[in-house]
């Protein structure tokens, strides 16, 4: 394994030196964040389908839960920190590695949590558009899809965050999950305009049913967390592993400490999860589609528009909901440390979680339709 890391650093090291690539790499590894898969991925695929929008949400965070446990049983490290442990253990020179504000997250390395969820839950997407999309969009849809794989893996890497084996698993992985999902619940089927008798069947018929009993996905939120939380439990004191083990080298190779980000620790990934299905729980309650969407593609373009406004008002909306809930609970909860992230990092990646799905569902397009139907 030191053989493959010592190659994957050199490689970073040689990547690196196109410096010109600063502003792509990172731009890019924020497009390719799985915030973005809940942010932007699946408010596209609400507004071209409600069905193929819930294959999303439930893609992402299924991948998102499997890559934290796998990052757990893994263990892997990351470059920027595994360059000072190799130089110690070895009585030689720390190879040199360029840091940026995006590098130093604190979750273990294996795999790319980038590339596995946000690459599965774009896969449903993209085969849905190519299906649906007249020849050669299609195929451009394909074409664009396979560079964004491309740049989204050298981005990692050129960032010193994962090192080429783990970005290869992340890819694979995810594009696996991607297409399972796309499998499971028939996705290239519901692209092909099916009339609503060929609709109700099978796995899709669940996904119906899961859109008019919303309350369901509260419970595989708040159930994934709280599994999340055992499986924790049981490395910690069972088989005594520090789960958070990589928060504290993280915090000891990262060269400014402001960079370092307590949000990509494992559990507030688990908490986010809880947050984004009760999020669309509760949008689904309050807002339900119409019968007629959900076998029915919507590919006008205003649907690109619609997704953009919704990523730009939920950050916004997420900013504010942190600030408040700091406010609130930091004076009386203990904060984030070595240990972990705190009680209000969590109960504020609920909320913020939470946040997207609702705007999306139905807040945007309530005050959006009464905008376009005032006189």
């Known amino acids: 394994m030191e053989t493959l890391h010592v190659c994957g650093v050199g490689f970073i090291q040689w990547i690196q030196r196109f410096q010109y690539l600063d502003s792509l790499m990172i731009n890019t590894s924020h497009l390719g964040s799985p915030l973005i898969a809940y942010a932007l991925v699946f408010p596209l695929a609400y507004y071209l389908n409600p069905t193929l929008g819930l294959v999303t949400m439930l893609c992402a ?70 299906q649906c999309l007249l020849s050669p969009y299609g195929e451009l849809v394909l074409l664009i899809f396979g560079l964004f794989i491309l740049v989204l893996g050298l981005s990692r890497c050129y960032l010193a965050a994962h090192f080429p084996h783990q970005v290869l698993a992340g890819v694979v992985s995810g594009l696996c999950f991607g297409y399972f999902f796309t499998h499971l619940f028939q996705v290239v089927q519901l692209a092909s305009k099916p009339s609503k008798s060929t609709l ?64 990509s620790s494992l559990m507030v990934g688990f908490a986010r999860i809880a947050g984004y299905l009760s999020g669309l729980a509760i949008a689904l309650c309050l807002c339900q589609p119409s019968d007629r969407s959900l076998w029915t593609p919507n590919t006008n373009l205003s649907v690109v528009s619609l997704a953009v406004i919704s990523v730009i008002v939920t950050k ?60």
């Open 61 to 130: 965070s299924f991948t998102e839960w499997f890559s934290g446990l796998l990052k757990w049983i893994l263990h892997g490290h990351r470059p920027y920190w595994w360059v000072g442990l190799y130089a110690r253990k070895t009585n030689t020179a720390v190879m040199h590695l360029e840091q940026f504000p995006v590098t130093c997250e604190t979750g273990p390395g294996s795999p790319s949590g980038h590339c596995m969820i946000t690459l599965a839950s774009l896969v449903p997407l993209v085969l849905y558009l190519y």
């Open 200 to 263: 109700n069947h099978g796995m899709v018929n669940y996904l119906v049913y899961l859109i008019r009993t919303p309350g369901l996905l509260i419970g595989f939120g708040f159930g994934s967390l709280l599994l999340a939380w055992m499986f924790s439990w049981f490395l910690q004191t069972i088989l005594g592993v520090d789960v958070n083990w990589s928060v504290k080298l993280a915090q000891r190779a990262c060269r400014r400490p402001e960079w370092v980000h307590l949000s």
């Open 316 to 375: 916004l909306t997420e900013a504010l909901c942190r600030r408040a809930i700091n406010a609130l609970l930091m004076p009386i909860l203990p904060p984030s440390n070595s240990t972990g992230p705190g009680v209000a990092l969590l109960a504020s990646s609920v909320v913020e979680g939470s946040v997207g799905p609702l705007l999306a569902v139905c807040v945007l397009p309530s005050m959006l339709g009464r905008f376009w139907q005032t006189p």
